[in-house]
């Protein structure tokens, strides 16, 4: 099963091109898009990160990553109390600074989100007359016995949904405070 949630014309197409995913028997994919109002070197500033997730990911407490930031490094993250889950293991699967495409890959952990994989990308676009980023976030994951498939994407859509609300209100606040700070150099 796999859904679009909310897209339009220029985020279909995007998702086509971007967030292509193999999606088997027992899994469910979906895609979900975000309009922040900041500018895309902001917001891009955020999503890289893979050894940061926790500055704008609510639910990360903690983040800790051996090696440098390359293809195939893995970081573990703790997760904060109230999820059914204490760590999680993911694997870095492409971080593309041109395009703008994040990809990771779950690799262990003690949840129940097996074979997850998404993408991430980060598209500028203009808000309300001023720089914007369209993000665009997908994912596939298997269905886990005794869920179905609407329950698993529900869950895992409210987590993502969370998270680029977080960005969004991370990026924003920091386009407000670098606005800011300009007029205060003139």
Request: net charge negative; hydrophobic share 35%; glycine share 6%.
């Amino acid at each position: 099963m796999s859904r679009d949630s909310g897209t339009g014309a220029p985020e279909s197409d995007f998702i086509k091109r971007y967030h292509k995913h193999d999606v088997g028997e027992n899994q469910c994919s979906s895609s979900l898009v975000k309009h922040i109002k900041a500018p895309l070197p902001i917001v891009w500033s955020l999503v890289r990160r893979f050894d940061q997730p926790q500055s704008y990911k609510p639910f990360v407490s903690r983040c800790t990553m051996k090696g440098d930031l390359k293809i195939g490094t893995v970081r573990e993250i703790s997760v904060k109390s109230g999820l059914p889950a204490t760590t999680s293991h993911e694997r870095l699967e492409l971080l593309d600074d041109e395009e703008h495409i994040f990809s990771m890959r779950i690799v262990g952990g003690d949840h129940r989100l097996k074979n997850y994989s998404s993408v991430v990308t980060a598209h500028p676009e203009v808000v309300d007359g001023r720089p914007g980023t369209m993000v665009i976030e997908s994912f596939v994951v298997d269905v886990p016995e005794g869920n179905t498939r609407d329950e698993t994407c529900y869950f895992v859509e409210a987590l993502i949904k969370c998270n680029l609300k977080s960005l969004a209100d991370v990026s924003q606040r920091l386009a407000l405070q670098s606005s800011t700070e300009s007029i205060d150099m003139v």
